[in-house]
Nanobody
Framework: QGQLVESGGGLVQPGGSLRLSCAAS????????IGWFRQAPGKGRERVSC????????GYADSVKGRFTISRDNAKSTVYLQMNSLKPDDTAVYYC????????WGQGTQVTVSS
């Protein structure tokens, strides 16, 4: 069965950067559009970025546009989220999942932005 595993989170000061990874196993990641989502304490899950299967198109929530960059390496079955200029409001658990394919919600990776 397929699985997506998120990693790369941590504690960072405001203005800092992190690079999240979403590694796939058990299925061919290259055929799926992938989204990064986040859920902050007491809030619903929101999609922050997405990338189509051919890397031809990407999308970003207004709240992260210009600061986050999504990319993928299909040879490594991995999707990345480069997060720069982090703000305390970016604090959340970050998840990845396919947009239109099977659901592979994992444990997520915690990102905490705090001084």
């Amino acid at each position: 069965q397929g699985q997506l595993v998120e990693s790369g989170g941590g504690l960072v000061q405001p203005g800092g950067s992190l690079r999240l990874s979403c590694a796939a196993s058990g299925f061919s990641l290259e055929y799926y559009a992938i989204g990064w989502f986040r859920q902050a304490p007491g809030k619903g899950r929101e999609r922050v970025s997405c990338i189509d299967s051919s890397e031809g198109g990407t999308g970003y929530a207004d709240s992260v546009k210009g600061r986050f960059t999504i990319s993928r390496d299909n040879a490594k079955s991995t999707v990345y989220l480069q997060m720069n200029s982090l703000k305390p409001d970016d604090t959340a658990v970050y998840y990845c999942n396919t947009l239109y394919g099977p659901n592979y919600w994992g444990q997520g990776t915690q990102v905490t932005v705090s001084s």
